[in-house]
């Protein structure tokens, strides 16, 4: 059983908690991934790891309210209990040899990207941050990103906070006018990736995509997670549960990548609405 040390509502939809989990605290580094069980019939679900107190023993995780496990999980309070809590899972973001690097972050993957942006700061490497948002109410860890970055950029889709606009908007306008990463790293929704990685493309700098497709097991066994990649003329397949979760950008499939990552959105409302309807009845 793991402890709920702390929680955290960072905006209306998403949910800051730190799990008491010393020997994951220990090990866990920037990018990768734990899979918890709320309780003993609950179901696996991964949530990136967004930051770690080795010296507490507590692991940080940032969740958004979208289907009946997360709900369940949401109405869990300090001093509760989770089930399970496995991990480190999957590989580190690469960071060796980067010295200018640009993290795009996009909604709730801002909890991905931010431990990541953290890292890179920490190592003396020059951060560029953009994250975006849909509206004003739904910003997150605006503070956070501007205390590791060297320069951030806060845009929101309908103007009523920052700027108005997506994430490819200052992105394009610093490549034209001659600014060189030696990366770029995005994590976010799928759509806004995909984007990111053609806005990129014309001025060659490398991109790394953090994927987070459906996943069961976290072993590479059951194959939910599979991705498509391109490679060198080949179509291969990777797991981004064992693979990744960060993979080049320019190689994924995310036409692909985005049709199975609807397979379930029918099925998560319909949890979503059992799990909303069973705590009104207890309450």
Do not use: W
């Not at 702390?6 to 920037?30: D, F, G, S």
């Amino acid at each position: 059983m793991y402890k709920i040390v702390r929680k955290k509502a960072l905006n209306p939809t998403v949910t800051q908690m730190e799990i008491e989990a010393p020997l994951v605290a220990k090990k866990a580094k920037p990018g990768q991934f734990i899979i918890l069980r709320v309780d003993e019939e609950g179901e696996r679900i991964p949530l990136t790891v967004a930051g770690t107190n080795p010296e507490e023993g507590t692991v940080k995780i940032i969740f958004q309210i979208v289907g009946g496990t997360t709900e369940k999980l949401n109405h869990k309070e300090e001093n509760e209990y989770l089930q399970d809590f496995v991990g480190p899972l999957g590989v580190a973001t690469h960071t060796d040899g980067i010295k200018k690097v640009c993290i795009v972050g996009g909604g709730v993957g801002c909890a991905i990207a931010m431990p990541v942006a953290q890292e890179f700061h920490r190592l003396g490497a020059e951060v560029t941050s953009i994250i975006g948002f849909r509206n004003k109410d739904l910003v997150i860890l605006e503070d956070e990103f501007a205390a590791c970055s060297d320069r951030l950029s806060v845009m929101t889709d309908d103007g009523s906070y920052a700027r108005e606009g997506n994430v490819t908007m200052p992105l394009k306008e610093m490549l034209e006018a001659g600014e060189k990463f030696d990366m770029i790293i995005t994590i976010g929704p799928l759509i806004m990736m995909k984007f990111v990685v053609a806005a990129a493309k014309p001025f060659g700098v490398p991109v790394t995509v953090s994927m987070n497709p459906i996943m069961i097991d976290g072993t590479g066994m059951c194959g939910g997670c599979r991705l498509t990649l391109n490679q060198d003329g080949r179509k291969v397949t990777k797991f981004a549960c064992v693979d990744g979760p960060d993979f080049n950008g320019y190689e994924v499939d995310f036409d692909e990548a985005m049709s199975r990552g609807r397979m379930y959105a029918e099925f998560e409302r319909h949890a979503y609405e059992e799990a909303c309807n069973l705590f009104k009845k207890e309450a």
